[in-house]
């Protein structure tokens, strides 16, 4: 919708004009430009009649460094003439440049640069001063791990690469500078590495973002969704995740990240679908942990879809089915209820979903007694009240905490919403709804892509070798190539010979 | 992104229209709503007119036992159906049926067309367990009522079968097998017979099938040689009686030992029975028939001290019970040919060795008068327990 629309070239070579060269014109130019910005500050010294003045706004630098390092070498500078050049050589200030454009100049200032003008000089000098306000490092709070670092992303970009960098010393690690946005320009960094990423998965995402015409665009959850294939779709595409070893883990599978300054998490493409129900844990946990983890976690996805829509069809159509060791609890708890099963589930569904909702939005502690009371209170109570049987609250409780297994909350959700329809359908048509409905996911999830690459990749189109990586998982000894999925360049990990070698004590 | 034509947009609320609005056609069967059949009896009831007795299984808050009986009178099967649902507040339904009796009586003159009904009826499942009932089926189902519906009689009768065929002392009396046995020609159907004990039912015995109708009942004695060779036992038990003549040779005759008898018979019973039956076809001109039973099992008890620790002894048990059990099985078998039953599948095996057109039930009916049989049991006693 917006990525198509290329952006207008003509118009930026009219604004190539130089500021003036006066002093006072130059504050007066600055001001007409960002003038109602309140905290946009000039500091002018005199000396022998020639002005020298210094721009900042001064919400965004560091009055210390400003002092000590741009006013102080410059008043202390009695002997040397004041020009731009002599100017230069006494700052010590490591990023410097000349400018003299307008827009140059007022683009400089919003990032947090000082302006240092001699009058009648044709260049100025821009100087880094700036500072952001930063949290310091914390633990991951959506994604959390009982294994492995535990080292969150923060909301700044150079603290953010910083991690990565040092996670990944690896010479190829390419860090792309791209801009995120047209009016408000976000600096951000397309992250890759050189000779595993596919070419065509970094050009997608760097023309993807590049093209995008938005005028802000405030994390990049949201930069996720410009850029999906499909934004019709309820399931994501793109994984965003606040977890450091994620992203260096797909990136040396050939996976390409994207980090945005003032977001606390990056996305990264292709994921098929099944990556969305990997845990990093799977990695670091003994294979056949892992191996556990993974399918549990799938099947509880299908049990969460299918269960309570099982339910409704069962209760309202195909009562055949029912083993006569559950016929009778069945029957008598459902006696209780007025409503059909389909009111029941979804009433029930709705008290379930409300109590995750309000649990979110309180603070912490509050909001886990809230859950945990809620739940107990409304469970027990409905049940008494005849609102609800006692099996749709066990099915109930256990398809939301199968949808909780997932390791995106955004897939998490999204789980949770198909939900919704499914039962819907289940009341309509009985067992022919839910298969309706299950066909109608599984055909809309085969013509999903994720950056161009089919989204249910190892399992259609199949690729054997990676179902290790993705559905199943693998000993590490069987691992020796990276997940064709993502098409790395270099494919191999290690050589496969070596892998399945044991080696002798006496060797 | 993918662009959202204004057609696909169209199909998909036709779609969905067509789904929402056609779902008001499909009849909803709510459990709660519903008086769930989970066993039934046919009774004959004078000239032209079966008896239906049909215990329901009904879900009401207010009640505990949510069990009842209902009795209806007419033709044909669904007929009593339509009778029984003047009886109830709940409709009738028979998805949950789990068991269903026939009375002696009417087992005599044949239940085809009662079983028939059942195998049309899409609701019902091939599981369903058939029985005979020693008497009247009403009779059986009455223990419901008077068990004031506490017994569940449908999940009862169910798990009592089910509980005897998985512990392999009858032959599982399904519809579906009912159905292959009763129209393979050459095979003929078996369904236990029930029986009131008090205020219980228990499986009395099997009644023996000729096509339709019920010929002849085995009791306990004689459904162990009849599962040897209809089907095979994977961990069965036997007792086995001898005189102490019989067994003199190998009793253990130690002063110090002093087991009295307590039987004036010698009772020896054997367990974790595997079978394995090859029912052969040796001359096909005469009929004849070889039968090698192969059974493998272990001695748990014996009620007089017999001196199992020599191989010889052990060896000579073992011949003991082959003469028995071969006697026996003969006797089976020459009392099946005579009324003319064939419960084993002995045409099934002779079909087997016809070359182009198949046999008629007819047809095999004449030549089944003219069977022999050559019966070789072998006993095997793999341990004698721990004892020892």
């Given at each position: 919708?917006?990525?198509?629309?290329?952006?207008?070239?003509?118009?930026?070579?009219?604004?190539?004009?130089?500021?003036?060269?006066?002093?006072?014109?130059?504050?007066?130019?600055?001001?007409?430009?960002?003038?109602?910005?309140?905290?946009?500050?000039?500091?002018?010294?005199?000396?022998?009649?020639?002005?020298?003045?210094?721009?900042?706004?001064?919400?965004?630098?560091?009055?210390?460094?400003?002092?000590?390092?741009?006013?102080?070498?410059?008043?202390?500078?009695t002997?040397?003439?004041?020009?731009?050049?002599?100017?230069?050589?006494?700052?010590?200030?490591?990023?410097?440049?000349?400018?003299?454009?307008?827009?140059?100049?007022?683009?400089?200032?919003?990032?947090?640069?000082?302006?240092?003008?001699?009058?009648?000089?044709?260049?100025?000098?821009?100087?880094?001063?700036?500072?952001?306000?930063?949290?310091?490092?914390?633990?991951?709070?959506?994604?959390?791990?009982?294994?492995?670092?535990?080292?969150?992303?923060?909301?700044?970009?150079?603290?953010?690469?910083?991690?990565?960098?040092?996670?990944?010393?690896?010479?190829?690690?390419?860090?792309?500078?791209?801009?995120?946005?047209?009016?408000?320009?976000?600096?951000?960094?397309?992250v890759?590495?050189?000779?595993?990423?596919?070419?065509?998965?970094?050009?997608?995402?760097?023309?993807?973002?590049?093209?995008?015409?938005?005028?802000?665009?405030?994390?990049?959850?949201?930069?996720?969704?410009?850029?999906?294939?499909?934004?019709?779709?309820?399931?994501?595409?793109?994984?965003?995740?606040?977890?450091?070893?994620?992203?260096?883990?797909?990136?040396?599978?050939g996976?390409?990240a994207?980090?945005?300054?003032?977001?606390?998490?990056?996305?990264?493409?292709?994921?098929?679908?099944?990556?969305?129900?990997?845990?990093?844990?799977?990695?670091?946990m003994?294979?056949?942990?892992?191996?556990?983890?993974?399918?549990?976690?799938?099947?509880?996805?299908?049990?969460?879809?299918?269960?309570?829509?099982?339910?409704?069809?069962?209760?309202?159509?195909?009562?055949?089915?029912?083993?006569?060791?559950?016929?009778i609890?069945?029957?008598?708890?459902?006696?209780?209820?007025?409503?059909?099963?389909?009111?029941?589930?979804?009433?029930?569904?709705?008290?379930?979903?409300?109590?995750?909702?309000?649990?979110?939005?309180?603070?912490?502690?509050?909001?886990?007694?809230?859950?945990?009371?809620?739940?107990?209170?409304?469970?027990?109570a409905?049940?008494q009240?005849?609102?609800?049987?006692?099996?749709?609250?066990?099915?109930i409780?256990?398809?939301?905490?199968?949808?909780?297994?997932?390791?995106?909350?955004?897939?998490?959700?999204?789980?949770?919403?198909?939900?919704?329809?499914?039962?819907?359908?289940?009341?309509?048509?009985?067992?022919?709804?839910?298969?309706?409905?299950?066909?109608?996911?599984?055909?809309?999830?085969?013509?999903?892509?994720?950056?161009?690459?089919?989204?249910?990749?190892?399992?259609?189109?199949?690729?054997?070798?990676?179902?290790?990586?993705?559905?199943?998982?693998?000993?590490?000894?069987?691992?020796?190539?990276?997940?064709?999925?993502?098409?790395?360049?270099?494919?191999?990990?290690?050589?496969?010979?070596?892998?399945?070698?044991?080696?002798?004590?006496?060797? | 992104?993918?662009?959202?034509?204004?057609?696909?947009?169209?199909?998909?609320?036709?779609?969905?229209?067509?789904?929402?609005?056609?779902?008001?056609?499909?009849?909803?069967?709510?459990?709660?709503?519903?008086?769930?059949?989970?066993?039934?009896?046919?009774?004959m009831?004078?000239?032209?007119?079966?008896?239906?007795?049909?215990?329901?299984?009904?879900?009401?808050?207010?009640?505990?036992?949510?069990?009842?009986?209902?009795?209806?009178?007419?033709?044909?099967?669904?007929?009593?159906?339509?009778?029984?649902?003047?009886?109830s507040?709940?409709?009738l339904?028979?998805?949950?049926?789990?068991?269903?009796?026939?009375?002696?009586?009417?087992?005599?003159?044949?239940?085809?067309?009662?079983?028939?009904?059942?195998?049309?009826?899409?609701?019902?499942?091939?599981?369903?367990?058939?029985?005979?009932?020693?008497?009247?089926?009403?009779?059986?189902?009455?223990?419901e009522?008077?068990?004031?519906?506490?017994?569940?009689?449908?999940?009862?009768?169910?798990?009592?079968?089910?509980?005897?065929?998985?512990?392999?002392?009858?032959?599982?009396?399904?519809?579906?097998?009912?159905?292959?046995?009763?129209?393979?020609?050459?095979?003929?159907?078996?369904?236990?017979?029930?029986?009131?004990?008090?205020?219980?039912?228990?499986?009395?015995?099997?009644?023996?099938?000729?096509?339709?109708?019920?010929?002849?009942?085995l009791?306990?004695?004689?459904?162990?040689?009849?599962?040897?060779?209809?089907?095979k036992?994977?961990?069965?038990?036997?007792?086995?009686?001898?005189?102490?003549?019989?067994?003199?040779?190998?009793?253990?005759?130690?002063?110090?030992?002093?087991?009295?008898?307590?039987?004036?018979?010698?009772?020896?019973?054997?367990?974790?029975?595997?079978?394995?039956?090859k029912?052969?076809?040796?001359?096909?001109?005469?009929l004849?028939?070889r039968?090698?039973?192969?059974?493998?099992?272990?001695?748990?008890?014996?009620?007089?001290?017999?001196?199992?620790?020599?191989?010889?002894?052990?060896?000579?048990?073992?011949?003991?019970?082959?003469?028995?059990?071969?006697?026996?099985?003969?006797?089976?078998?020459?009392?099946?040919?005579?009324?003319?039953?064939?419960?084993?599948?002995?045409?099934?095996?002779?079909?087997?060795?016809?070359?182009?057109?198949?046999?008629?039930?007819?047809?095999?009916?004449?030549k089944?008068?003219?069977?022999?049989?050559?019966?070789?049991?072998?006993?095997?006693?793999?341990?004698?327990?721990?004892?020892?």
């Amino acid at each position: 919708m917006f990525k198509r629309k290329t952006g207008n070239k003509q118009s930026e070579d009219k604004d190539k004009k130089p500021h003036s060269l006066n002093v006072d014109d130059l504050k007066s130019e600055l001001q007409a430009v960002i003038g109602d910005c309140s905290d946009l500050n000039f500091r002018t010294l005199k000396k022998n009649g020639k002005k020298i003045v210094f721009c900042f706004l001064s919400s965004l630098i560091d009055k210390t460094s400003f002092d000590e390092f741009l006013l102080l070498p410059v008043q202390q500078n009695t002997q040397e003439e004041w020009t731009t050049e002599s100017l230069a050589q006494i700052l010590p200030i490591a990023e410097i440049s000349a400018a003299n454009q307008l827009k140059e100049v007022v683009a400089s200032l919003i990032e947090g640069k000082a302006y240092i003008y001699v009058d009648g000089e044709p260049f100025g000098i821009l100087a880094n001063v700036g500072t952001t306000v930063e949290r310091s490092l914390e633990k991951a709070e959506t994604e959390s791990l009982v294994y492995g670092p535990k080292i969150s992303f923060t909301e700044s970009l150079i603290g953010n690469l910083n991690i990565i960098r040092s996670n990944l010393k690896d010479p190829q690690l390419c860090m792309e500078d791209i801009t995120v946005g047209k009016r408000v320009k976000t600096p951000g960094k397309l992250v890759y590495v050189k000779d595993i990423a596919d070419e065509d998965n970094v050009n997608t995402f760097r023309q993807r973002i590049s093209e995008l015409d938005y005028d802000y665009i405030p994390d990049t959850t949201v930069l996720g969704q410009l850029i999906e294939d499909n934004s019709w779709t309820i399931f994501p595409q793109i994984m965003s995740t606040e977890l450091p070893d994620r992203v260096t883990l797909s990136l040396m599978r050939g996976r390409v990240a994207v980090l945005m300054d003032r977001s606390p998490s990056a996305i990264y493409g292709p994921t098929p679908f099944l990556s969305f129900f990997e845990s990093t844990e799977d990695v670091y946990m003994r294979w056949n942990m892992g191996f556990f983890l993974r399918m549990l976690r799938i099947i509880s996805i299908f049990l969460s879809v299918l269960l309570t829509p099982a339910y409704v069809a069962v209760l309202t159509y195909h009562y055949e089915i029912i083993p006569s060791a559950l016929l009778i609890s069945l029957g008598q708890s459902r006696a209780n209820v007025p409503f059909p099963p389909v009111l029941e589930a979804l009433l029930l569904e709705f008290v379930i979903e409300l109590l995750r909702e309000a649990g979110a939005r309180l603070p912490t502690k509050v909001g886990q007694t809230m859950g945990i009371v809620g739940g107990i209170v409304i469970g027990q109570a409905a049940v008494q009240a005849g609102f609800t049987s006692n099996i749709l609250i066990i099915i109930i409780a256990l398809s939301a905490l199968g949808s909780f297994t997932s390791p995106s909350y955004i897939m998490g959700t999204a789980i949770r919403m198909i939900r919704f329809p499914i039962i819907v359908l289940a009341g309509l048509w009985g067992g022919i709804g839910i298969m309706y409905s299950f066909c109608f996911i599984l055909i809309h999830l085969l013509k999903l892509t994720t950056i161009g690459r089919p989204y249910l990749m190892p399992v259609y189109p199949f690729r054997w070798k990676d179902l290790g990586y993705s559905l199943l998982k693998f000993p590490a000894q069987f691992l020796s190539y990276r997940p064709l999925t993502n098409r790395p360049v270099d494919n191999e990990r290690f050589p496969k010979q070596k892998g399945r070698e044991k080696k002798d004590v006496d060797e | 992104m993918r662009k959202f034509h204004k057609s696909n947009l169209f199909l998909l609320s036709v779609c969905s229209m067509t789904m929402v609005i056609s779902a008001g056609c499909v009849q909803q069967k709510p459990l709660e709503k519903l008086g769930l059949i989970t066993t039934t009896g046919y009774d004959m009831e004078g000239e032209n007119q079966i008896k239906g007795t049909a215990v329901v299984q009904k879900f009401d808050p207010m009640t505990k036992s949510a069990t009842k009986m209902i009795t209806s009178f007419a033709k044909t099967s669904k007929g009593l159906r339509q009778q029984s649902n003047l009886q109830s507040n709940q409709k009738l339904v028979t998805g949950q049926l789990r068991s269903v009796v026939y009375s002696r009586e009417l087992a005599k003159k044949g239940i085809i067309q009662l079983v028939d009904s059942l195998n049309r009826d899409a609701s019902i499942g091939n599981m369903v367990y058939l029985t005979v009932a020693d008497k009247t089926a009403s009779e059986i189902l009455e223990i419901e009522t008077n068990n004031k519906g506490r017994l569940n009689l449908g999940t009862y009768m169910y798990n009592l079968i089910k509980q005897n065929v998985e512990g392999e002392q009858i032959i599982s009396p399904t519809l579906h097998e009912f159905n292959h046995n009763y129209y393979d020609i050459g095979k003929d159907p078996v369904l236990p017979i029930l029986k009131v004990k008090k205020n219980d039912v228990i499986i009395a015995g099997v009644g023996l099938f000729k096509g339709d109708h019920l010929v002849d009942e085995l009791k306990h004695g004689d459904l162990f040689y009849l599962k040897i060779l209809i089907d095979k036992y994977k961990a069965g038990t036997k007792e086995m009686g001898y005189t102490t003549d019989q067994l003199k040779k190998i009793m253990i005759k130690n002063e110090n030992y002093t087991k009295k008898p307590i039987y004036s018979k010698i009772y020896v019973s054997i367990d974790n029975i595997q079978s394995r039956t090859k029912i052969e076809l040796v001359d096909k001109k005469n009929l004849r028939f070889r039968v090698d039973v192969d059974l493998d099992s272990r001695v748990l008890e014996m009620t007089e001290a017999l001196d199992l620790g020599k191989t010889a002894s052990v060896k000579f048990l073992e011949k003991k019970l082959d003469t028995s059990m071969k006697k026996r099985i003969e006797g089976l078998l020459i009392r099946f040919k005579e009324l003319g039953i064939d419960p084993i599948g002995l045409g099934n095996e002779y079909e087997a060795h016809l070359r182009g057109k198949p046999i008629t039930q007819e047809e095999w009916d004449r030549k089944y008068k003219d069977v022999t049989f050559d019966v070789h049991v072998k006993n095997t006693i793999e341990r004698t327990g721990v004892v020892d």
